[in-house]
């Protein structure tokens, strides 16, 4: 029994010896965010047995200041809270759509006693707290002018902002366009106004611009400049076998997008409307493009011209497209061919060897061994004279 008690001595021994107060690796910073904003703070403790974290919102000034435990969910799913508890405790607290009632002190408690929970002992190791700030402040109002641009066709649009009331000192101002920062459109003076000149109002030029001024928080507000739907077929020349699925497809875009397609068949000055869902015809479409799909390809019905037309809100736009539908034979076309041609070369040579053979065969008759044969009988009748006239 004794030897049992020295045992547990000893292992409370080792464990108060690895034991170890928490203490932040990571404390929340304060933050100053605009309404409608997000914040999101942030808090790491380390310590042996792992730390437990808590956020608490602190009301009032002291000596009547209250504090309310936040819970993930709370404010009526305003509030979220993401804590893990790997090798040291980490925990993370996400407001969204932010008022101005949000604004005051946010506080991460963290202790790993084990008492700490229990309100009937005073625990041994005090919670540590760290404290940050959240301010939120009534969003500046920016006049723009124009508020937006429509289909201008003037050579340049210039377009500019005036911050009226700055939550704090203005550094600077630069533009935006579709959420991207414009090259070359920085301007480090502390100006509430800032402007932005377009060269041309066309397809590129048409979007979301921000005018982003350098103030805590940051503030922008937007110009969009709307253009006609510029579309643009896939294919201005399609082809497609008979009995086989034709797919015609066209593109856009400009800015705003289409909210409306259209597909038309054109023969010579009369379009006629093609509605999605009859005889072997198919449209699908999604705002920045459209695909017109045709069953069973026809020749005499389906070759021809098709035109396809979107919509948006400044106006119209559309693109023409050429569908030809080949024959199921026309691929042999090309082999045909070929063996024709061959067929020709064969009976030509054929035809041109059987006239040359009896003309080469009376030549070398002619010219061949009876010449030969007639010589030899001459030189030998020339011999036999000589000798008699020697005898």
């Known amino acids: 029994m004794a030897l049992l008690v020295s045992l547990g001595a000893l292992l409370a021994c080792l464990c108060a010896t690895n034991a170890m107060t928490a203490g932040f690796m990571k404390s929340p910073m304060s933050q100053m965010k605009l309404v409608e904003d997000s914040a999101e703070l942030h808090c790491e403790v380390m310590g042996n047995p792992i730390p437990e974290v808590q956020w608490w919102f602190i009301e009032g000034d002291e000596p009547e200041e209250t504090f309310t435990q936040l819970f993930d969910g709370a404010r009526q799913e305003q509030v979220r809270i993401n804590a893990t508890?790997?090798?040291?405790?980490?925990?993370?607290?996400?407001f969204a759509n932010l008022s101005l009632n949000d604004s005051g002190t946010y506080e991460c408690r963290a202790s790993n006693d084990p008492d700490r929970n229990d309100l009937k002992k005073s625990p041994k190791i005090k919670w540590i707290r760290s404290q940050a700030n959240i301010i939120v402040f009534e969003y500046p109002f920016i006049v723009t002018t124009p508020r937006e641009v429509v289909n201008n066709t003037e050579t340049t649009v210039r377009l500019s902002c005036n911050l009226t009331n700055p939550t704090s000192p203005v550094a600077g101002s630069y533009w935006e366009k579709d959420g991207k920062k414009i090259e070359n459109s920085a301007n480090t003076e502390?100006?509430?106004?800032?402007?932005?000149?377009?060269?041309?109002?066309?397809?590129q030029s048409g979007g979301v611009y921000?005018?982003?001024?350098?103030?805590s928080p940051k503030v922008n507000s937007s110009i969009e400049v709307k253009v006609l739907p510029h579309v643009k077929a896939y294919k201005h020349s399609e082809q497609g076998n008979e009995n086989d699925k034709g797919v015609l497809s066209c593109k856009c875009h400009s800015y705003p997008l289409p909210t409306d397609w259209q597909w038309f068949k054109v023969i010579g000055d009369k379009k006629t409307l093609i509605t999605n869902g009859t005889e072997r015809f198919e449209v699908r479409s999604t705002p920045d493009e459209s695909i017109l799909?045709?069953?069973?390809?026809?020749?005499?019905?389906?070759?021809g011209d098709y035109e396809c037309l979107a919509t948006n809100e400044v106006g119209s736009g559309s693109d023409k497209i050429q569908l030809r539908v080949r024959s199921r034979l026309a691929a042999l076309w090309p082999f045909l061919g070929i063996v024709a041609e061959v067929i020709i070369l064969v009976t030509v040579i054929f035809i041109y060897e059987k006239r040359r053979k009896p003309d080469?065969?009376?030549?070398?008759?002619d010219s061949g061994a009876a010449p030969l044969k007639s010589n030899a009988a001459t030189n030998h009748k020339d011999q036999n004279v000589r000798?008699?006239?020697?005898n």
């Open 293 to 303: 799909s045709i069953g069973e390809l026809d020749i005499e019905k389906d070759a």
């Open 190 to 203: 502390p100006n509430v106004v800032a402007q932005y000149t377009i060269s041309k109002t066309d397809l």
């Open 210 to 215: 921000y005018c982003v001024f350098l103030t």
């Open 360 to 365: 080469e065969i009376t030549d070398d008759d």
């Open 85 to 94: 508890y790997i090798l040291h405790a980490t925990s993370a607290i996400y």
């Open 387 to 390: 000798q008699r006239n020697c």
